[in-house]
């Protein structure tokens, strides 16, 4: 794997891409109970942080490839919005004005976070 990692590295120096090292993490995949050893990767000379999950495009992915890291993060984000929603909904405020609260926030949070 170092080989490939030192390759890449040599590639995007080529073309002029800089590779943040203290950006980039490694994340081992086993799906076998028993753990194989593995050498630490490094950039640069400089060791790469070991993962067990890592949020791709707003996808969780873990290193045992199962969905419930991801499932309980989409969980936890939407019950902060509802949180706002139950508010409103005890304040009695009319249903299409919670709507539109909510959507409009949406788009808020959305752009925050990406």
């Known amino acids: 794997m170092q080989a490939v990692i030192n390759e890449i590295y040599d590639q ?5 891409f800089t ?17 194989t050893h593995c050498c630490p990767l490094s950039i640069n000379n400089k060791e790469l ?3 067990r999950q890592v949020n791709v495009l707003g996808i969780i992915i ?7 890291c991801h499932v309980e993060y989409v969980v936890k984000k939407a019950s902060k919005r ?4 139950r508010q409103l909904k005890r ?4 249903t299409p004005d919670m709507v ?3 959507c409009s926030v949406s ?4 752009n925050m976070h990406h």
């Open 62 to 68: 873990s290193n045992d490839l199962r969905w419930n």
């Open 107 to 110: 788009v808020v949070w959305l």
């Open 12 to 16: 995007s120096n080529y073309l002029r």
């Open 49 to 51: 942080e070991l993962v």
């Open 100 to 102: 539109n609260f909510y």
């Open 82 to 85: 509802m949180y706002f929603v």
């Open 19 to 35: 590779l943040n090292e203290d950006k980039c993490k490694e994340m081992r995949i086993q799906c076998a109970k028993t753990k």
């Open 91 to 94: 304040a009695k405020v009319l």
